[in-house]
Each structure stands twice: as C-alpha cells, then as structure tokens.
C-alpha cells in the first residue's frame, strides 16, 4: 500500500530511429508542419486561436474542393472522423447501405451496426469497385438514408469509381457518404462535383501532418438530418451538433443559413479542448497545399505512382491492381497506394524487415484477407517524389537478391 517505485521507469530519454516512412500512412512530417507542434501554446478562447481555427476551415473547403459551411477538424485519428460521420448520419433503425470490399469499407459497416442501423451490406470481392448498376439496385431494393464507401482504399489499393455515384444518390434520396483517409491532398477529389454529402481524412497520409486531427465535411442536407434527427448523436464527444457550436456557431444545421452577424461576436460555446499544436500544423500543411496548388500536388502524386510502376516492373513485380485510369473519376489503381503482389517463394516479411533494418524504409504488408499477399507502398504527400522512389526500388532489387 502506499508510494510505490515499482513503475518508475530508469531511463527518461526517448530516441527513436529515422525512417523514411512509404507505408500506407503515416508518412514523413513536412518539415514547416513539425515546427508548427512547437508553437506557442494559446487558450482555447483566444482570439488569435479563433483565428487559427476560422482559416483553417477555409483552408480545408479548398482542400475537400468544396463551399461547404460545416467544413471542420475532429480531434482524434481518421477512424474517429469516420465515426463522427456514422454516429451523426446514422440513427437506430435507419437503413444503411454500407459498400464494402477491404478492410476499410468494412470497419465503417462494424460502425453503422453498432450504431443500430437497419443495413444492407454489399460485399464485393477485395480489390475490386463497385458499379453504377450494382450499387442503383442495392438503392432501389433498400432504399437506404445512407450510403457509404471508400474511396481510396488502403488495404487494397483501388480507386473506386465515383463517376455517377453521387447522381444516384441524389435520384433516390440518399445522403453518400465517402471515406477519403488514403487519398485527399494526394488525388483528386471534388467534395461538391461528386455531390459528397459527407466526406473525411487524416492528416498523417498525403498532407504529411502528424496523426490525431482529421478533416471533414458535411453538405447542408447531412446538417440538416444531424440538426434534425429525432434522437441524440449517441457519441457525445462527436456530436456535431455540439460541435458546431464551438466551431461555427453562426451556421444553423438544420436550414444552413448563416447569421449576419460579426462571427467575431457570436459566443462560441465550449465543447472539448481542442489540440491546438495538431490543429497548428494541419494548417500548415494546407497551406503547403496552396502554395503548391492542388493541380501540382496530384501531378506530383501521379507522376511518381508511375515512376513506381516502372521501377517495379524493372524488378519483375507487378501492381495487384491491373487497371491504371488516369482520369479522377473512375476505378483503378489509387496512386497514393500501390499493393504489390509478392512473388512466389519470396518472404515478404523478410524483405520489409531488410529494408527497414538497412535502408530505414518502411513498407508495410497486407491486411486482412491481403495478409502475406501483398506490400502496400504509399507515396504520399512530399514523400511522393522521384529520389524516394529511386532509393525505395534500388533498395528493394538489394533485399530480393
Ligand atoms: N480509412 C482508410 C481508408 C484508412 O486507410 C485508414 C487508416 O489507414 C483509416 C480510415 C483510419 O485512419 P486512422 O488509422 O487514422 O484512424
């Protein structure tokens, strides 16, 4: 009973190696957003952090390409983002249409089930998308409140078309909720053209931000059934309701108006403190994104996904997904995330571990059903450059020697 010296640990000084990180996420810190974690510490009712907090918002509607109002940060990883979606889109017994081909896909359908909707889940083999077709008759036969897909998925590397997508949703009076987590600030996506209702990411992928804020958006008609639903948000910490009124207390969910008032002298109410240095350093890496323009980043990122294509191919390694497409709006391969399928009678774990142990990349494996199947190499954000890719494919022809 009593003082106990049991846990004091004997050694205060945390090192930790330096990686070059071209897994599915994270990804290395840009160097402007790592100093911003060091910036000055403000209340969460100062002006100034008002300030941080109002440009980052406008920052993040150019990100998402997007006039949304409700456009805001979630204090927590990408999965309390898509949390934040489910628990304030979802009510007990709404029905559901959760789309699902990858470990993604499926954990926001475990999410939709726990928040009591009455679902119907598509399942598709992994590594393929879904069709207009397919996902129009799951419309018509469950006539659903919600629709959820990822876009990029990471556990397979496929793009889904999101062509059309958004076109039925509205035809058949569904809100389209879309996960973005592996692909916003690498690949384009347009939040409004696709008529995205709800849309999240992280920070820690292809805005090389450091995990634990994530950005997300709701179009008018989501606040509208979030202001309008007739029981509480059962997350209370994710509540957007709440959350709204420390973010942007001058927009009303349910009808999308805007008050007329100064947003200055609107009183924002209090909800949860904030992590300010995170919030800091996604603005940063926004404005990174708009210093380099949009248009550039996603060239940058296509142009090095296919400098990866051929230094694999180079090695004998193929893509596990065949179809490139180019053009935003259609399936194929994600180009912030390539799975590669491991060869025959390769060790793929003990390849990832030599280039780890020799080189300080790290790549990661499979997950799921992909387990010991495939790598997944991420180029993401400013890891998405040629010198990468040059070290990352010369060190890969070392460990399969
Ligand atoms: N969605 C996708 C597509 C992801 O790749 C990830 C993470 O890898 C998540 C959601 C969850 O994000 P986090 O790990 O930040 O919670």
Not at 122 to 135: A, H, N, P, R, S
Not at 145 to 154: C, D, H, P, Q
Request: hydrophobic fraction near 40%; glycine fraction near 8%.
């Amino acid at each position: 009973m009593g003082y106990s010296d049991k846990h004091k640990l004997k050694t205060t000084n945390l090192q930790l190696p330096i990686r070059l990180l071209l897994g599915p996420g994270p990804s290395n810190l840009h160097p402007r957003v790592n100093q911003q974690l060091i910036s000055s510490m403000v209340g969460y009712t100062d002006a100034s952090y008002y300030k941080v907090m109002d440009e980052t918002m406008e920052l993040m509607r150019y990100l998402f390409q997007t006039d949304n109002h409700f456009t805001i940060p979630i204090s927590g990883a990408g999965t309390a983002a898509m949390e934040t979606c489910v628990s304030n889109l979802v009510e007990p017994g709404d029905k559901v249409v959760c789309l699902v081909s990858g470990f993604f896909s499926d954990r926001i359908y475990q999410m939709a089930v726990r928040y009591g909707a009455n679902i119907l889940k598509v399942d598709k083999q992994w590594g393929q998308w879904f069709g207009l077709e397919e996902i129009e008759s799951a419309l018509v036969q469950h006539k659903p409140s919600l629709l959820t897909l990822v876009f990029g998925e990471t556990s397979t590397g496929v793009k889904q078309q999101m062509e059309g997508v958004g076109e039925l949703c509205k035809k058949y009076n569904c809100l389209l909720m879309v996960d973005c987590v592996a692909a916003l600030g690498g690949v384009p996506v347009f939040v409004d053209d696709w008529k995205i209702d709800a849309c999240y990411t992280g920070t820690q992928k292809c805005l090389s931000g450091p995990p634990g804020i994530s950005p997300i958006t709701f179009s008018n008609a989501a606040c509208h059934k979030i202001a309008t639903r007739k029981t509480p948000v059962a997350n209370w910490y994710l509540d957007c309701n709440l959350l709204g009124g420390y973010w942007c207390p001058e927009f009303n969910l349910a009808d999308g108006t805007i008050s007329k008032e100064e947003k200055s002298s609107i009183p924002r109410r209090y909800h949860h403190t904030t992590p300010a240095n995170l919030l800091y350093s996604l603005r940063e890496a926004l404005v990174l994104l708009v210093e380099e323009g949009l248009d550039n980043v996603w060239k940058r990122h296509q142009d090095a996904a296919i400098l990866l294509y051929a230094g694999l191919e180079s090695l004998g390694l193929k893509p596990f997904v065949p179809q490139l497409n180019e053009q935003s709006e259609k399936g194929g391969r994600l180009f912030s995330l390539t799975t590669v399928i491991i060869p025959e009678g390769v060790d793929g774990k003990m390849v990832m571990k030599y280039l780890l142990d020799n080189f300080n990349i790290e790549i990661a494996g499979g997950i799921g059903a992909f387990a010991g199947k495939v790598w997944r190499i991420g180029l993401m954000g400013q890891n998405a450059n040629p010198s990468n890719i040059k070290l990352l494919i010369s060190s890969l022809s070392d460990a399969l020697k």
